[in-house]
């Protein structure tokens, strides 16, 4: 069985929508994951490595509080919460914590109790993704339990390290108690959770699913067998052997992935094909033709000329 962990795209992209506004230049590995759809899956630490790169390079040392204005709205919108002052804030943390165990493998857990619900997402003592995800959630949930927030009634949030842990984007957090061993977020319940809330819904994936999560991360020109198995941690015999279990192909899904990422390019760049070429990661305009042309019978002209420009 694959154990390759899986997010959705849409944080990925939104990070890389963001730098692209600031006109803060990423490396060229991260072109083509704009062109994912939101729940387009991709590997779990794609986001992590992205957000290091950034800290490590950027010289807003605030880049993350700041991208946190602009990624709420938009991760609020994807997870399509209901906000409503109807809906309890059990009933909301809930809606948010069982809505990401459904898409993702960040595995949290609600704790119910007769007068409260917690979030809580267990730590590895100081790994660097533990970081990112603890800022990420409190954002998420200071937005999405606002009005209990701005009075600090009925909310206890613990994040599990140290505030040094967390370095400039300490400043980020209010009204939270450090050093707790995990990241916790808790509420109290109202008169509207007289019955147990809690649900389990875990994210089940086949091991193809989670095959296509890793090709989704790597960029379509880098697509190929070794980089495949190598990004998952596992032989390339191992891997043609885990998907044959489930009559699946390796090869064919490289292919189809491949060629499906570059024609979203292409009609996304509205048929400019060096563009299209160099965000598909390839060096050259003639090493992209040759591919594209050995794939699908015919040139990047062509095909432009067939099926974009007569949709314009």
Known sequence: MIKYKCRPAVHTKIVCEYCELIN????????????LADT???????????????????DNKYFFIDLMQYFIQRIIKFTDIDLS????????????TQFYNQVSDLNWCNI???HSLALVAKRSPQAIASKYDDLFIYSCITHILRHSFKDKLNLIIEL??????????????????????????IVAKDERDVNPVMAENKL??????????????I???????????????????????????ENCCVKDMIQNTRMNSIITILKNNKGNIKKSAYESGFKDLPSFSRYFSKSTGCTP???????????L
Do not use: W
């Open 112 to 114: 119910e109790t007769q």
């Open 24 to 35: 803060f230049p990423l490396p060229d590995e991260y072109n083509h994951f704009k062109y």
């Open 301 to 311: 002209t062509q095909y432009v000329r067939n099926n974009i420009c007569n949709n």
């Open 40 to 58: 387009d899956l991709i590997g779990f630490n794609t986001i992590t490595n992205l957000l290091r790169y950034i800290e490590n390079n950027c």
């Open 219 to 245: 960029p379509p020109s880098a697509l190929s067998l070794p980089n495949l198995a190598n990004s998952i941690g596992v032989s390339e015999r191992g891997l043609q052997r885990e998907l044959r279990t």
């Open 85 to 96: 002052a109807e809906v309890s804030d059990a009933q909301k943390l809930l809606a948010f």
């Open 204 to 217: 089940t994936l086949s091991s193809s699913d989670r095959v296509k999560a890793a090709a989704n991360s």
């Open 160 to 185: 599990p390290f140290e505030r040094s842990f967390y370095g400039v984007d300490v400043d980020l957090f209010d009204n939270v108690t450090f050093n707790c061993q995990s990241m916790s977020v």
